[in-house]
């Protein structure tokens, strides 16, 4: 049903909202100072005290460590930790501190530097990695810092590092377990991801936490450039108890760097290569007393290899810090892209290029306050916005004129699948010679509340609120489009914790009350066991047996809302009689249940490790358009109803399973060599659709494959879903010296069933073929290395489809051949400034 916010006029919505934002931001600012016990001044009658704790990749307290207060790099202070694993330096003067940990069979550890205050206290604790695997931090599994060796969740954490010399976001997740990238043709074509076998439009994608997806879940990677990104953390596994509606599959969490030097740090670098390609960036960072300042402009302009595929990606990324005191810490970020590309279409398909062009301008932007009330007690205070503004322009027709059908054809072609099916002649292109505008903006705010409670170092309670409002409209310019208004909350309620640092859990539900579908519910549970402890000694070590379970639920978009069997019969005269009788309801939420279990095994004395995990995933309630006799066949006299008189409705009628098995392997062969690889088997099947395909499969009757039923334009029952590779893969080998970098990595992908979804000249099936592995398997290399020339300089290079190997991601569209590119980077500032 619609929400009672949509019949306000515009101009009281937004006053009811800023009214709402501004008393929720002002109560909770009152109440963090108010619990904190930290005035504005600064605490001036305080004495500045760093305290904290050491521990271990598993939380157990590290004793004797040795612990050094620096100061611009400089050790001002020493300590050791005591038997409690503590230690505690008197801060001299306000300023930026880190703080130095080394301990046997450990690696040294520094913290990133952090302000603290001379007249108030602060808790800084650390948490050190083994002297062979290094532990990142994961934010995205629990809601708050924890390390990956106390998660029973499958993440994964990508720092800036593994992917330096990548053009795109998307480079990196072709590397990580169970995802896989599908991009329309190259760079700038339409990409999405896909999760354990998900739909890419199936996870929640956060920019430094803020919602980077449009109202039904659709995020296009290909805009993602590598701009102004300190790390990657992907998800895999259902948590709307945290993300709310869209965390159906997964969730993908991208966190901008911060400034780090005391004095300004300038870096420009520029690279060109092969088809036109130029990149440039500019960026630049600093400390200042209670202040962190950073931005980063790059600009990426290139031709590809086809014609009307130029591309141009300028991304703005900021990110800016106030810590008044060690209590409290106030951040705003801000992101903006602009995105121009041509659009060829499927030219593999019909041999000639269409004159269409995608443009975006986005804007993500957020405020965000975390309040160290007590030792024990943290809030976080979080605004939000988003605005997506896309749109899709058709020049007009390119292809070839029919005067019987007055449409336009493309090229005869000849067709082969990777089946070994192929087909031969023209098909429909386009059906209007008119020019087009397609709009899609999309608008969402947000204000989220969280506070989590340590009753003691081993029991964590979190508990979030948030409020979330949402437009977006579809349409043709110069048509009115179609909008949808949603006011949505989130409730969250979490327990975290650990049994003898050995057995770590966290359990937790979330309570949706979507502006649409209305309330549903979405718990999860991970758990890990060790049993064995990490060490540096025996082939055998660090046995880690992980699980979780949980439930995922997406909301649908503005189009299927709009087009949805209530959203059709809500207008007509009679529209509330005939919902009434046949118990017609909004479209409800797609829901996903999701388990895994395995297990991670240290061996050869830490310096490798090898994880096995088993995954099963249900999707189920999935929105998809029934046509008239779908409609009919579930009891909805579509025949006779002026709606559905040539069409039919999107329902939630669709379902289907995946299910699989993941290896991941990661080996340091000594001090500069480090490899990692995996591999996964991804066995997905359609379970239920009601769709026309279903309802009444395609036969290319002109074909001597005429008895094989092909889904013309969906996967058919018992079928596996379009573009899912059963079989994936991924490898990297790094070297790295004092200042010399090189890596090779390569993206495996297997057959995949897909549809060329063509319709020929005569509006017959004759070029359609086998969805059965039409899609053929690849195999994407990529070379990159580096070398410092001086303190200041550093030249690299990057190759990408080593093999320069000619494959589809989606069938017809031709992917990039081998490309290069070559270039430089320079810094200046920084400390290289101050006076010696």
């Not at 006053?15 to 904190?36: E, K, W, Y």
């Not at 157990?60 to 100061?71: I, P, Q």
């Not at 306050?369 to 058709?394: C, I, K, M, P, V």
Request: with cysteine; charged share 15%.
């Amino acid at each position: 049903m619609y929400v009672s916010v949509r019949r306000l006029s515009k101009k009281r919505f937004v006053a009811v909202v800023l009214n709402t934002s501004a008393r929720i931001l002002i109560a909770a600012l009152v109440a963090f100072f108010t619990v904190s016990g930290v005035p504005l001044d600064l605490c001036a009658q305080e004495i500045g005290m760093l305290q904290g704790d050491v521990r271990d990749p598993l939380g157990a307290l590290v004793v004797n460590a040795s612990v050094d207060l620096l100061e611009d790099g400089r050790v001002i202070a020493s300590s050791k930790t005591d038997a409690q694993g503590e230690f505690n330096f008197q801060i001299p003067e306000s300023g930026r501190y880190s703080v130095r940990v080394i301990a046997p069979s450990f690696q040294k550890t520094t913290t990133p530097v952090a302000y603290f205050s001379k007249s108030a206290k602060a808790e800084l604790n650390v948490t050190l990695d083994t002297q062979i695997l290094t532990q990142q931090i994961t934010v995205t599994a629990t809601g708050t810092p924890t390390p990956e060796a106390q998660t029973g969740a499958s993440v994964t954490v990508i720092p800036a590092d593994d992917f330096r010399y990548s053009l795109e976001v998307q480079d990196p997740l072709r590397r990580v377990p169970g995802a896989q990238i599908t991009q329309t043709g190259q760079m700038g074509g339409t990409s999405g991801l896909s999760i354990r076998g998900g739909s890419t439009d199936a996870n929640k994608v956060l920019i430094d936490g803020v919602p980077a997806n449009a109202i039904g879940g659709a995020v296009d990677f290909a805009n993602l450039a590598n701009v102004g990104i300190q790390s990657v953390e992907v998800l895999r596994e259902a948590n709307s108890a945290l993300y709310g509606s869209d965390a159906l599959a997964g969730v993908v969490s991208v966190t901008s760097p911060r400034g780090t030097t005391g004095l300004p740090l300038f870096t420009y670098a520029g690279d060109a290569g092969n088809f036109g390609t130029y990149r440039n960036e500019v960026t630049a960072g600093m400390l200042y007393r209670h202040f962190d300042l950073y931005s980063a402009f790059a600009r990426i302009d290139t031709d590809n290899s086809l014609p009307n595929s130029e591309f141009h990606n300028a991304t703005y990324a900021g990110n800016f810090g106030w810590t008044p005191n060690g209590q409290n810490d106030l951040r705003f970020t801000v992101r903006h892209i602009a995105v121009s590309g041509g659009q060829p279409n499927a030219i593999a398909l019909y041999g000639i290029p269409d004159a269409a062009q995608q443009k975006g301008q986005d804007n993500y932007y957020s405020a965000v306050w975390n309040n160290q009330a007590t030792d024990r007690w943290h809030n976080q205070l979080r605004y939000g916005g988003l605005r997506l503004n896309s749109e899709f322009n058709d020049f007009g027709a390119t292809g070839i004129f029919d005067p019987n059908t007055e449409y336009y054809d493309g090229a005869p072609v000849t067709i082969t699948g990777a089946n070994g099916y192929s087909a031969y002649g023209q098909a429909i292109f386009q059906y209007s010679n008119q020019p087009s505008q397609y709009l899609s903006p999309t608008s969402r705010d947000f204000v989220y509340a969280q506070t989590d409670y340590s009753l003691n170092p081993h029991f964590l309670a979190l508990g979030a609120f948030k409020y979330e409002h949402e437009s977006g409209s579809v349409g043709y310019a110069g048509v009115t489009p179609t909008s949808i208004q949603r006011d949505n909350y989130s409730y969250t309620l979490q327990l975290t914790g650990d049994l003898r640092n050995r057995l770590f859990y966290n359990a937790g539900t979330g309570f949706e009350d979507n502006g649409l579908f209305g309330f549903a519910a979405t718990p999860r549970v991970s758990l890990a066991y060790y049993l064995f402890r990490p060490s540096t000694a025996g082939f055998f070590n660090g046995t880690k047996l992980h699980g979780t379970f949980g439930k995922g639920i997406k909301e649908p978009s503005v189009y299927q809302q709009a087009n949805s069997l209530y959203g059709l019969l809500a207008p007509l005269a009679n529209g509330s009689q005939l919902i009434d009788q046949y118990n017609v309801t909004p479209l409800g939420a797609e829901n996903s249940r999701t388990f895994d279990g395995g297990v991670d095994q240290q061996i050869l004395n830490g310096r490798a490790l090898v994880s096995i995990t088993y995954f099963h995933n249900e999707f189920t309630n999935g929105v998809e358009y029934v046509p008239q006799a779908g409609l009919i066949e579930l009891g909805v006299p579509a025949g006779n109803l002026p709606p559905f008189e040539f069409g039919g409705a999107y329902l939630n009628s669709s379902a289907f399973r995946s299910q699989g098995v993941e290896i991941e392997t990661e080996y340091k062969l000594g001090a500069h060599v480090f490899a990692r690889g995996g591999y996964t088997y991804t066995d997905a099947v359609v379970q239920h659709s009601f769709s026309s395909d279903n309802l009444g499969p395609s036969f290319n009757t002109s074909s001597n494959f005429s008895d094989i039923p092909i889904g013309a334009y969906s996967p058919l029952v018992g079928a596996r879903p379009f573009r899912v590779a059963p079989h994936t893969g991924y490898f990297g080998i790094n070297y790295t010296r004092s200042k010399f970098y090189a890596s090779l990595t390569g993206t495996l992908v297997g057959r995949r069933d897909d549809s060329d979804f063509l319709v020929d000249s005569n509006f017959g099936t004759s070029l359609l073929l086998p969805n059965r592995n039409l899609l053929g398997a690849y195999q994407r290399l990529e070379l990159g290395g580096g070398y410092q020339i001086t303190p200041r300089v550093n030249i690299y290079t990057n190759i990408q489809n080593l093999l320069s190997e000619h494959y589809f991601e989606a069938f017809g569209y031709p992917a990039l051949p081998l490309t290069f590119r070559s270039g430089i980077k320079v810094n200046f500032g920084g400390e290289s400034w101050k006076l010696k």
